[in-house]
């Protein structure tokens, strides 16, 4: 399956909530989100939804967490199955997974603005992790791993607006330097760590089934 390419303001109004998708505007007061105190779905017959059932729920859940992150079925499916193979709350270790692709990390440590920012930094190799370029946004990332801009980058416009700007909100795993463009890993996440607005046994329902 091909990614989404469209209007990502549709994904958010499908959901009937912002996805952040578009990093800045998402928070500003134009984000078009906003305009509708009750959004209502995308297309003719949006605003006359059927009562969900409990399967439309479950599958709505795993779209909107599909969306937040901007993964494929495929991968989003590769993450259940190697946290349901995993010690733990099967939910919990499939966020975590997806916590710590370095694509999150990117955005999470203000690098880019938007995951989708995050993986074309990464696709075209100006993220190193302990010093090595990758360019697979996917790759995860371990306790103590040293993310950064690439040295050789670090003079495009882009990256030294960055530099001038301190770094915020972080979550608790992460650490970064804006003046070196650098940041670690502190520790891996944990559910309580992720502040995305997800109900991961509706997920795990779903596949189980």
């Not at 996805?19 to 949006?46: W, Y």
């Not at 969900?52 to 969306?67: A, F, H, N, P």
């Not at 939910?91 to 990117?106: A, C, F, K, S, T």
């Not at 760590?193 to 991961?200: A, C, F």
Request: charged share 30%; with cysteine.
């Amino acid at each position: 399956m091909a990614r989404y390419t469209g209007p990502v303001c549709k994904l958010c109004r499908r959901e009937g909530s912002k996805l952040f998708l578009k990093g800045d505007r998402c928070m500003s007061e134009g984000c078009p989100f906003n305009k509708n105190v009750t959004p209502i779905a995308p297309g003719q017959h949006g605003a006359s939804r059927k009562k969900r059932t409990e399967y439309g729920i479950q599958l709505r859940e795993k779209q909107k967490t599909k969306r937040i992150y901007g993964l494929l079925e495929s991968q989003f499916r590769s993450y259940y199955d190697k946290a349901s193979n995993m010690r733990g709350v099967t939910g919990e270790n499939m966020l975590i997974l997806i916590e710590r692709r370095l694509d999150n990390v990117v955005y999470r440590m203000g690098i880019a603005t938007s995951r989708a920012q995050a993986r074309q930094l990464i696709a075209h190799g100006h993220i190193c992790v302990n010093g090595k370029k990758v360019d697979v946004p996917s790759f995860l990332v371990k306790e103590n791993d040293i993310v950064s801009v690439r040295t050789s980058k670090q003079e495009k416009s882009f990256f030294k607006d960055l530099k001038t700007m301190k770094a915020s909100n972080l979550p608790k795993w992460l650490t970064f330097d804006p003046v070196t463009l650098t940041g670690k890993v502190e520790k891996l996440p944990v559910r309580e760590d992720i502040d995305v607005e997800i109900s991961e046994h509706l997920i795990v329902e779903l596949y189980s089934k």
